[in-house]
């Protein structure tokens, strides 16, 4: 089956970042400076969860910030993916990859990066059509031993590992040929942004962008 949604820009996108960090915010007034901060420090691809009763006036803000690329995080069902399109939202992220998420994911207009954790996952989101997916939770589960793993059973598949991602063991993943980037927090933590130290956070950013 083939998407109707652009997969290879977004992969061209997040090839270039190699990271994307993944943030919980809720605080609005938070949002366009801590996005400002991130693209600064060279992370221009943001994914904003939806675990926060503000996460979609946070992600229309940093949606407005010049260079930013955002996407919605913890997407579960179709309702969150009509409201991330609205939100300006250039992409999904799921935790899961359950049928029925990758079949609603066809009725919007930006591409959904699914999570799998295991090759039968995997193989059933390649059937409905997506081969670049995340690995969650990445280091949970074995980490770069089980990328390596997949890489000749499942050759046609890419991965962005998230989960336990840090400066330490970010290059080790980003050295396998099927991973693309991969997600974390560790880029914007919450002590950092409730204190509204965003040079840290740039610093932070920058040293992801150069390998951890
Ligand atoms: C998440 O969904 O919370 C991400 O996987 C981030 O995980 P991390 O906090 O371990 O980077």
Redesign the pocket.
Known sequence: MTLSQDIEQLKQQVRAARVIP?LVLDDVSRARPLAEALVAGGLNVLEV?LRTPNALAVMAEMARVEGAIVGS??VRHATHMRQSEDAGCQFMVS?GAPAYLLEDAQSVSIPLLPGVGSPTEAMAAARAGYSFLKF??AEALGGVKVLKAFMSPLSDLEFCP????SPENMGAYLSLSNVVCV????VAPADLVQKGDFGAIEKLARAARQGG
């Open positions: 993944v969860t995080g913890t935790p969650f939770p998230t989960g336990g991602i997600g974390g927090s560790w």
